[in-house]
């Protein structure tokens, strides 16, 4: 347990299906942000919050849309997905301006588009 | 772009055996983190290292960051089936971590 939880820890959807994904961490942290791993490429950075505000989007396609209500919850919206878009999607927060910038990562979400 | 190069990619080895994976690039990181990822899990980190030439022991696993800051190195003593699973280098610039493909380490009992 590293203090960030995501759900669900498995989806299955459709290309025409709306779905979100859910990371919460209980660690006081005020960063979040969203990565993608797909097999046998390095982690991509998808989308950072500092401080509930968007500080990063890598030229992520539209189809997904991060929300961060509060320091301790992150949404990723999914909509419209391809079948390149499986993988698995993980959460990570860390503390800015700490001692250490350490990352802890949830478990994953790992999401088949059919 | 800052890029991380693993390798070796894929390491199969017996129980006991001793190992080394490398972490290179060309480009200086403030600091690099050794991570390692189980299957169903997000990477859990291992250790960070912030100095050139830095040496951390973690019981069987010694890790060392390159003079230069562009390189690292992890070594496992006497690997056993726990050690198994994926270990990823990332390294730290302008708060953001750029990682590496990973090596995948499968340790047979």
């Known amino acids: 347990e590293t203090g960030v939880t995501q759900t669900p820890r498995h989806l299955v959807m459709g290309m025409t299906n709306k779905k979100s994904l859910k990371c919460e961490q209980h660690?006081?942290?005020?960063?979040m942000y969203w990565y993608k791993q797909s097999a046998k490429k390095p982690l991509e950075l998808m989308f950072v919050?500092?401080?509930?505000?968007?500080?990063e989007n890598n030229s992520v396609p539209s189809r997904f849309s991060p929300e961060c209500p509060n320091s301790s919850h992150l949404f990723l919206h999914l909509h419209t997905l391809q079948p390149e878009d499986s993988a698995l999607y993980l959460c990570?927060?860390?503390?800015?301006?700490?001692?250490?910038?350490?990352?802890?990562f949830g478990p994953g979400t790992r999401l088949t588009v059919l | 772009t800052q890029l991380l190069e693993q390798s070796p990619q894929f390491l199969s080895i017996q129980e006991g055996e001793n190992l080394t994976v490398y972490c290179n690039s060309s480009?200086?990181?403030?600091?690099l983190q050794w991570y390692r990822q189980e299957p169903g899990e997000g990477p859990v980190l291992l250790v960070t290292?912030?100095?050139?030439?830095e040496v951390k022991k973690l019981k069987r696993l010694t890790f060392q960051f390159g003079d230069a800051r562009k390189d690292s190195s992890l070594h496992i003593t006497a690997a056993q089936p726990g050690d198994t699973g994926l270990y990823l280098c990332?390294?730290?610039?302008?708060?953001?971590?750029?990682f590496g493909e990973g090596t995948q380490l499968t340790v047979n009992p």
């Open positions: 990570a927060s860390n503390l800015l301006g700490g001692d250490t910038d350490t990352q802890y």
């Open positions: 990332a390294g730290e610039g302008g708060s953001r971590l750029t």
């Open positions: 660690l006081g942290h005020n960063a």
């Open positions: 290292v912030v100095t050139g030439g």
């Open positions: 919050y500092s401080l509930e505000e968007r500080v």
């Open positions: 480009s200086v990181f403030s600091s």
